[in-house]
């Protein structure tokens, strides 16, 4: 239960620094928003499902272990952590400095 708890508070951690980001910057854009509500909702379905194959395997008793649901809620994780700094850098000029060469350096990894 804890992992659910946890890829959600950084899911809407990510939300909330999303939302204050777009009223500091360009103002609440409805179609940016959808699609962003989108893709929360496909992650936290993504986490579910990685959890129903990995307790789903358990009970029907299939003889393999599946450990799906750490290593998609890491990611997931992470992944809403890295937008969560982009986020916050763009609000402050100093945070901007410190994550530039992080931010940097994911952007020429994609």
Same mark, same amino acid.
């Given at each position: 239960m804890?992992?659910?708890?946890?890829?959600?508070?950084?899911?809407?951690?990510?939300?909330?620094?999303?939302l204050i980001k777009a009223l500091a910057k360009d103002g609440i854009n409805s179609t940016v928003l959808?699609?962003?509500?989108?893709?929360?909702?496909?992650?936290? /379905?993504? *986490?579910?499902?990685?959890g129903l194959l990995q307790h789903g395997a358990e009970y029907i008793k299939l003889g393999v272990d599946i450990p799906a649901l750490i290593?998609?809620?890491?990611?997931?994780?992470?992944?809403?952590l890295v937008s969560i700094i982009e986020? /916050?850098? *763009?609000?402050?000029p100093s945070l901007y400095k410190?994550?530039?060469?992080?931010?940097?350096?994911?952007?020429?990894?994609d």
């Open positions: 804890a992992v659910y708890i946890t890829v959600l508070a950084f899911i809407g951690f990510d939300i909330v620094t999303g959808r699609k962003g509500m989108y893709h929360k909702l496909s992650e936290i /379905l993504t *986490v579910f499902g990685a290593g998609v809620a890491s990611y997931i994780c992470i992944m809403e986020n /916050l850098a *763009v609000l402050n410190l994550f530039k060469p992080f931010l940097n350096q994911l952007k020429t990894e």
